[in-house]
């Protein structure tokens, strides 16, 4: 059984790390800092794979976190 985690990352917050990350100016230390938090704060592993690898021409950090959001962990 996986502990549940005690706090969980709002929408409004997670939606300016997206951008954070988006953004070519943030360091590569920064960068990963960031990936960490919302792997956490979301509960979404493969955030990255929604914020990096997705085919929609119109992609928002608003999109991302939706889906990362509504993320459910698969039980094995």
Known sequence: ???QPTWRMTSEQ???LVERLWDPDTPEE??????VS???????PPILNFA?????????A????????NCKPIAL
Do not use: H, N
């Open 1 to 3: 059984m996986t502990a």
């Open 14 to 16: 997670a939606k300016p």
């Open 30 to 35: 920064e960068s990963s800092a960031i990936l």
């Open 38 to 44: 919302l792997e956490q704060g979301l509960v979404c």
């Open 52 to 60: 990096y690898w997705d085919f929609d021409p119109e992609l928002t």
């Open 62 to 69: 608003e999109k991302v976190v939706d889906r990362a959001l």
